[in-house]
């Protein structure tokens, strides 16, 4: 079983709707959550962490925990093209200094 | 401020061959990290530098690999010598404090191809 579980898509969402992406992870030790946005031929870049239960929101973005059931989910509200990407879901365990990395879900958003 | 900056940013070299990656963090950050991506696969942790020192080399694949921070500037990455199996994208991050993801700063990254 890997350690962080994503969908690798492509998902594909209409220009204004909420695109939804999810993460799993397998150590119950992991502490804190990370979403990260990759465009094609580009560098990963934070959008958001989260590390305690419920919901943390900035912009259109917003970070849900739910540690009991052991997943991670981003929320992307009214959709813009420049939004599709990949996104990646990277968990740190037990504060170890290294991100444990999903494979990352292309977001497709059609105008 | 300048970001994290990697070079070469593309390299394809014969197997066998060695490779030197280079990083130059942001400046004043103590943390610097290298990770790699093969293709179709997840990213994943190399080693953690402190300044000049080793914190974490966990993640190091085997000892054809070999960083160094001298002076806790710039870091180097060598592959000596290159398999194919070296092949992905090699990604350097830095960031101030120790709380890992927290301000990472991510390079653009070298594409290692080895043929």
């Known amino acids: 079983q890997k350690e962080v579980e994503q969908n690798s898509g492509p998902l594909s969402v209409p220009e204004g709707a909420i695109a939804s992406l999810n993460c799993t992870y397998s150590d119950r030790g992991s502490q804190s959550f990370f979403w990260y946005r990759q465009y094609s031929g580009k560098s990963p870049e934070l959008i958001m962490f989260?590390?305690s239960n419920g919901d943390k929101e900035d912009g259109r973005f917003t970070a849900q925990l739910n540690k009991a059931s052991q997943y991670v989910s981003l929320l992307i509200r009214d959709s813009q093209p420049s939004d599709s990407a990949t996104y990646l879901c990277?968990?740190?365990?037990?504060?170890?200094?290294?991100?444990?990395w999903g494979a990352g879900t292309k977001l497709i958003i059609k105008p | 401020e300048a970001g994290v900056t990697q070079f070469p940013s593309h390299s394809v070299i014969e197997k066998g061959q060695t490779v030197t990656l280079r990083c130059d963090p942001i400046?004043?950050?103590?943390?610097l990290y290298w990770y790699r991506r093969v293709m179709g696969k997840e990213i994943k942790f190399l080693l953690h530098f402190v300044k000049e020192s080793k914190q974490d080399e966990s993640g190091m694949p085997n000892n054809r690999f070999l960083a160094e921070r001298t002076g806790g500037t710039y870091s180097t990455l060598k592959v000596q010598p290159a398999e194919l199996e070296d092949s992905g994208v090699y990604f350097c991050?830095?960031?101030?404090?120790?709380?890992?993801?927290?301000?990472?700063?991510f390079g653009s990254g070298t594409r290692l191809t080895v043929v």
């Open positions: 990277a968990v740190n365990v037990d504060s170890n200094y290294q991100l444990i």
């Open positions: 989260i590390y």
């Open positions: 991050a830095s960031s101030p404090g120790a709380a890992a993801g927290y301000g990472y700063t």
């Open positions: 400046s004043g950050h103590d943390n």
